[in-house]
T-cell receptor
Framework: QKEVEQDPGPLSVPEGAIVSLNCTYSNSAFQYFMWYRQYSRKGPELLMYTYSSGNKEDGRFTAQVDKSSKYISLFIRDSQPSDSATYLCAMSLYNNNDMRFGAGTRLTVKP | DTAVSQTPKYLVTQMGNDKSIKCEQNLGHDTMYWYKQDSKKFLKIMFSYNNKELIINETVPNRFSPKSPDKAHLNLHINSLELGDSAVYFC???????????????FGSGTQLSVL
């Protein structure tokens, strides 16, 4: 079993839809949970960062962490074509040195 | 201004060659990293380096070596390239001077390495 599982998709939705992206993990010691967005031929950029359990909202994006279920989610409201990218979940125990990434979910938002 | 820049963007080479990828960051960060992203998009850390220590992922072959001429640069040198080294290599940096863990990572645009 991989430490971090993420459905690679691809996921295609119409513009304006609510998108739900998810990851599960096996190591209950993870404390830091992140979502990165990666456009084609670009490096990942940090979207959301959460420490421990709970929700965090930033504009159209909401990150949820459920440590009891070892499950994290990213919701995108009112999705836009510019949201079309690969979304990678990431998590770590202590710092960037032990970060584990999911495989990424490729999202396409159609106008 | 590009925060983390790496060159070249594409690198095509023969098996057995030695090659280098350069990385520079103008963010004033104290920690730099090299990541490898394989064809299935898995990102794995290879090295992290600040002026105090080099941390090496134990799975990285010793054919790979990071070289840091100064705080703003971390180059990746690869000896005796193999077919399995084909991947996209990302440089990244973060500012860990505040002592907080998991400061934001800033990634470069990647170098696509193809070994023939």
């Amino acid at each position: 079993q991989k430490e971090v599982e993420q459905d690679p998709g691809p996921l295609s939705v119409p513009e304006g839809a609510i998108v739900s992206l998810n990851c599960t993990y096996s190591n209950s010691a993870f404390q830091y949970f992140m979502w990165y967005r990666q456009y084609s031929r670009k490096g990942p950029e940090l979207l959301m960062y959460t420490y421990s359990s709970g929700n965090k909202e930033d504009g159209r994006f909401t990150a949820q962490v459920d440590k009891s279920s070892k499950y994290i989610s990213l919701f995108i409201r009112d999705s836009q074509p510019s949201d079309s990218a690969t979304y990678l979940c990431a998590m770590s125990l202590y710092n960037n040195n032990d970060m584990r990434f999911g495989a990424g979910t490729r999202l396409t938002v159609k106008p | 201004d590009t925060a983390v820049s790496q060159t070249p963007k594409y690198l095509v080479t023969q098996m057995g060659n030695d090659k280098s990828i350069k990385c520079e960051q103008n963010l004033g960060h104290d920690t730099m990293y090299w990541y490898k992203q394989d064809s299935k998009k898995f990102l794995k850390i290879m090295f992290s380096y600040n002026n105090k220590e080099l941390i090496i992922n134990e799975t990285v072959p010793n054919r790979f070596s990071p070289k840091s001429p100064d705080k703003a640069h971390l180059n990746l040198h690869i000896n005796s390239l193999e077919l399995g080294d084909s991947a996209v290599y990302f440089c990244a940096s973060s500012d860990d001077r505040g002592g907080a863990t998991n400061e934001k990572l800033f990634f470069g645009s990647g170098t696509q390495l193809s070994v023939l």
